[in-house]
């Protein structure tokens, strides 16, 4: 039977197919299926596998899943006492969600980019996009949510009157009130700003680094993953492949330096920012 499936004939049109989303919905209540999916199922992996190791916790020899759990806990724990200089119970808790939830979407970028994508088209799925952190609407969902935070310890640690004279009276005094409510206002909203867009942007220029190596595929005479595997017997297919090899596995060693990075530099800065919020002036 012929396959009426018809993969990107060039370039472009691979490069365009990886980047668009599963989506439901027009305009605001645009919904991207896939990056829900998959953050949703990455947030369920990780509490789940770090619950399961806190039941099965013992006080003797504690298993290899227990002393990463563990490792990972002081970790966190420790950057929490050197960068947060309040009181709270959420905060520990919360970075630790935060890297390793990040650091789990973006590990994602590691899957090879193909790999996941035909087996949607497989099931009658046009497109998957399968790494969260390069929707701008997961990232920006998850620095809006710190930001509202931030929000909500000012007010409760300062009070209405002191979040206000923050907002109004510093650093200028009440001479200056415009300007520094201006002033104010453009560093609050810089913070979920900048958190969003460069944890989206180091992943997405990552995404598309491996998309362009993966273009050795249609190089090698197959517009899909399957059909090159098809016309694997080609010496040209062979040669492609063994370079299309060589020089993701060279950016993929390098990347899980930047998923790493980026998984920590939003946890610290969620730290400092929510510690900012505690202090009172």
Not at 98 to 111: A, G, H, K, T, Y
Not at 122 to 148: H, Q
Not at 166 to 190: D, Q, R, S, T, Y
Not at 219 to 246: F, K, M
Request: glycine share 8%; charged share 15%.
């Amino acid at each position: 039977m012929e396959d009426t499936h018809e993969g990107p004939a060039n370039a472009t049109e691979y490069i365009v197919h990886h980047l668009t989303n599963l989506h439901l919905g027009e305009g605001f209540w645009n919904l991207h299926l896939d990056s829900i999916f998959y953050a949703v199922t990455l947030g369920i992996l990780f509490a789940g596998s770090f619950w399961f190791a806190a039941r099965r916790a013992t006080a003797g020899v504690p298993g290899r899943w227990q002393n990463f759990v563990e490792l990972m806990v002081e970790f966190v724990d420790t950057q929490v006492k050197d960068s947060f200089h309040g009181s709270s119970k959420l905060i520990a808790p919360l970075a630790l969600t935060i890297f390793c939830w990040i650091f789990l979407m973006n590990f994602m970028d590691l899957v090879p980019v193909d790999l996941l994508p035909e087996i949607g088209v497989a099931m009658g799925i046009e497109y998957m996009k399968v790494v969260p952190t390069t929707d701008l609407n997961i990232t920006f969902g998850m620095s809006i949510s710190v930001f509202l935070l931030m929000i909500f310890y000012s007010i409760k640690i300062k009070g209405v009157g002191g979040f206000a004279k923050e907002l109004f009276f510093h650093p200028f005094g009440k001479w200056m009130l415009p300007f520094n409510f201006l002033l104010k206002l453009v560093e609050e909203i810089a913070k979920p700003v900048s958190l969003a867009l460069r944890l989206f942007g180091n992943l997405y220029a990552g995404e598309l680094i491996f998309i362009l190596i993966a273009l050795f595929t249609l190089s090698a005479g197959g517009h899909t993953l399957t059909e090159t595997l098809l016309n694997v017997a080609s010496p040209d297919t062979i040669a492609y492949l063994i370079i299309q090899v060589i020089l993701g596995l060279i950016w993929a060693l390098f990347h899980i330096l930047i998923i790493t990075l980026q998984a920590f530099i939003f946890m610290m800065l969620t730290i400092v920012y929510l510690s900012m919020a505690h202090e009172e002036h």
